[in-house]
């Protein structure tokens, strides 16, 4: 049975993780179906979810508990591929939490553009409590996203926080009954500005280029609109 679905339905991408009996969690046949659902995706919008009580509980442990040196790193390698194929996905990607995000579940999350919760929803990195750290660029993501204070709490403490506190320091973008409204949402925009928007913001070069880059990809939507 396949680990990972996905459904197009009009300019959405859905990718859903779907092993509900364990909680979502990832082991590395899992991540290399996840890695070809988003690699493969070419709508203006793709909207990640679990299925189940769950968005994803993180690396698969009991795979994780069996890797030693050169394996360990291959395991999180993909763990990075997987998440950086959904931050530089051409288009936007929503994460619709529901349920629990742990560990690699909330790095996974930090890839995305927007992490929409439901009010029950519950996010934790976990790792430290495991003797293990966030392996999927979540070193580097978290503190970009909540600041570095926060991501020291977070990810030494281990703490799980709930939708409210998460969206206090930034951790997730709205709280909503239905995150899946969200992508439709953004669904609805002019994709070309869609796609242009999220790379200029990506955009981690010097400020003076950037803001070259950022008038030259105005000029293109805006010479673009004209034609349309």
């Given at each position: ?10 300019d ?27 690699t ?16 994803c509980?993180?690396?698969d ?8 040196g050169d394996a360990?790193a ?8 997987v998440?950086?194929?959904l ?13 629990a ?6 790095e ?12 029950e ?19 580097t ?6 600041g570095?204070?926060e ?13 409210e506190?998460?969206?206090?320091m930034?951790l997730v973008?709205?709280i ?14 002019d ?16 400020q003076?280029?950037g803001d ?7 000029a293109?939507?805006?010479?673009d609109?004209g034609?349309?």
């Amino acid at each position: 049975m396949d680990m990972v679905r996905t459904t197009v339905e009009g300019d959405v991408c859905v990718v859903t993780l779907a092993r509900p009996a364990r909680r979502n969690a990832l082991d590395s046949a899992a991540l290399r179906e996840l890695q070809r659902a988003v690699t493969d995706a070419s709508e203006p919008v793709l909207y990640l979810r679990g299925e189940g009580p769950a968005f994803c509980a993180g690396a698969d442990l009991e795979e994780v508990r069996a890797l030693d040196g050169d394996a360990a790193a291959d395991f999180a390698a993909l763990g990075q591929r997987v998440a950086n194929a959904l931050e530089e996905y051409d288009g936007a990607v929503v994460a619709g939490i529901d349920g629990a995000a742990r560990g690699g579940g909330v790095e996974l999350a930090l890839a995305c553009d927007l992490r929409v919760a439901t009010p029950e929803a519950t996010l934790a990195e976990t790792g430290v409590k495991l003797g293990l750290f966030g392996a999927w660029g979540g070193t580097t993501r978290l503190p970009r996203v909540v600041g570095e204070g926060e991501a020291m709490d977070l990810a030494l403490s281990g703490r799980t926080v709930d939708a409210e506190t998460a969206l206090r320091m930034g951790l997730v973008s709205r709280i909503t009954e239905r995150p899946r409204d969200v992508a439709d949402e953004l669904a609805a925009v002019d994709g070309s500005a869609l796609r242009t928007l999220k790379r200029r913001l990506r955009d981690d070069t010097g400020q003076e280029t950037g803001d070259e880059r950022e008038r030259a990809a105005f000029a293109s939507l805006a010479t673009d609109s004209g034609d349309r």
